[in-house]
């Protein structure tokens, strides 16, 4: 699979997490006669996962954090309310296997002992080479002797493993050990966490949104004080300043946006047709996107792919973000990262030139955020030991370590209320307050079955349109067919499908009923 393409969603890779692993490290927790009086105090594990331990120096300096500076709120930060004597008592000694891609191995070492150091539950990690880890997992799970506990990936792979029933439900050590699940936005909830009506499936992981990001400064040379709403109010505006973007300084293009082949072309095309009202599929689980709002919405992005940079049909997110940090894009299309990354001296060369801007609206559209990609992190159902690896994946998601991963600018996206919602973290993240206000009405596509090969297929059509081989409502037809023969092989339109309609539909769009905030 293409896992290896998306390394930006590794949660584990270099600063993604608790860097206060050398500060804890050291301690002898185990006692293999099941006694942990000699434990670390779990007061003072946690007080050294903070911001002083965790982000970098030069990003503290950036922006003048203390160490202890609160970038979450305490009360809803799973590790700071859970009841580890409790944990201790019921769990330590334990064993769980963690599955992680080969390349992540090294660094997801660091987060071992601090949760070993509240938990007494002993971490190992479980290295599956990138390049094969779709395959690698699902031939395990068949096997029916998987080699993990735990697994953390891209989120429309849930439509996969929960449908085969290769995940335990976690809904009674959600309650048993009170985590804030609630705080999770309701898109990652119902699109990271349950799935269908089997319940809660896994925790949220990444947790993604498309935005749109602007250089003021580009902005400025065509007559434009730029501001988070009116700088952009519609795509047809965007269309409409595109020509005079792309003259307003050398080397610099108007329209950075993924219109690579497969997946990446269909999260472009899903962000902006979601804005006209896409639906993909109706309540029999027949596609629909082939109709007037995703037709209009590859229109538009054909419309723009004109003043776009080069080679956006070869596009994928390395390419974007590499153009986009080294000021070479006027308004990009892309995740919330791109927003948080630009400030960063050390990863960008925009600085302070950036906006990130109120999605674009259409007329007679919705208000339409897209919730694309992310990762979920998952206990297998063949695990000896699920609950404590249901408590390594509490820990590992908790709000502060994803405060912290924000505030690195590592990729790793919070999920929480109160942490995107926290004035102390929207002082380092440019982007999270339009991010917050927008998950509120975010569209999701549904984790079905062959969710990841639907993409692609959908995707490699749309790419032929951006190259002038078809025309939009050809492409997207032909797309609805391959869809729907993808899915009869998976098992609907035979009288019981493997997603409850009802129960997934409300995860679609949870703007659905509400005014838009603008």
Request: include cysteine.
């Amino acid at each position: 699979m293409l896992l290896n393409k998306m390394n930006r969603r590794n949660v584990l890779k270099s600063t993604a997490a608790v860097g206060a692993t050398a500060a804890i490290g050291g301690v002898n927790m185990f006692n293999i006669n099941g006694a942990f009086a000699a434990m670390a105090n779990p007061a003072d594990v946690l007080a050294k996962i903070n911001v002083g331990n965790t982000v970098k120096k030069e990003y503290r300096e950036q922006y003048k954090l203390g160490d202890n500076d609160e970038l979450w709120d305490p009360k809803k930060d799973w590790i700071r309310t859970a009841d580890w004597e409790a944990i201790r008592k019921e769990h330590a000694g334990k064993t769980v296997r963690f599955a992680i891609g080969a390349a992540d191995r090294e660094s997801a070492q660091d987060q071992v002992a601090p949760f070993e150091a509240l938990s007494g539950i002993k971490i190992e990690l479980v290295a599956i080479p990138d390049d094969s880890m779709y395959d690698k997992v699902v031939a395990e799970f068949l096997g029916g002797n998987a080699s993990f506990d735990a697994i953390q990936f891209f989120s429309p792979w849930l439509g996969d493993f929960g449908a085969q029933g290769f995940l335990k439900p976690l809904d009674e050590y959600v309650a048993k050990w009170k985590l804030p699940f609630d705080d999770f936005y309701p898109t990652y909830q119902q699109n990271y966490g349950h799935w269908a009506d089997k319940g809660i499936l896994g925790i949220p992981f990444d947790c993604d949104i498309q935005q749109v990001h602007i250089r003021p400064s580009i902005f400025k040379k065509i007559g434009i004080d730029a501001d988070r709403i009116t700088t952009i109010p519609s795509y047809d505006d965007m269309i409409r300043l595109a020509p005079e973007l792309n003259k307003a300084e050398k080397g610099v293009n108007a329209i950075g946006m993924m219109c690579g082949r497969g997946f990446w072309a269909t999260y472009t095309w899903q962000h902006v047709a979601a804005q006209y009202g896409l639906q993909l599929f109706n309540d029999k689980w027949e596609p629909t996107f082939n109709g007037d709002a995703g037709v209009k919405g590859l229109e538009t992005i054909v419309a723009l792919s004109k003043h776009a940079i080069e080679g956006v049909a070869a596009a994928d997110w390395p390419t974007n973000r590499a153009a986009w940090l080294g000021g070479q894009v006027a308004c990009n299309i892309s995740w919330q990262d791109s927003g948080t990354q630009a400030t960063r001296p050390d990863q960008s060369k925009i600085g302070d030139d950036v906006l990130t801007i109120y999605e674009p609206r259409v007329a007679g559209g919705t208000y339409a955020p897209p919730n694309i990609a992310g990762s979920t992190s998952c206990v297998a159902i063949t695990s000896p030991e699920p609950e404590a690896a249901f408590l390594m994946l509490a820990y590992l998601t908790t709000a502060s370590i994803m405060a912290m991963n924000e505030a690195n600018a590592n990729g790793v996206a919070p999920g929480y209320r109160s942490v995107l919602a926290n004035e102390n973290l929207r002082k380092v993240s440019q982007p999270a307050k339009v991010w917050s206000e927008a998950l509120d009405y975010a569209w999701c596509a549904p984790r079905l079955p062959q969710g990841f090969q639907i993409d692609q297929e959908i995707g490699f059509l749309i790419n032929k349109v951006v190259v002038g081989e078809l025309k939009p409502k050809e492409a997207l037809d032909q797309a609805a067919v391959k869809v729907k023969e993808i899915m009869t092989k998976n098992g609907f339109y035979a009288g019981k499908d493997p997603m409850n309609y009802a129960a997934t539909e409300p995860g679609f769009w949870m703007g659905k009923g509400k005014k838009a905030p603008f």
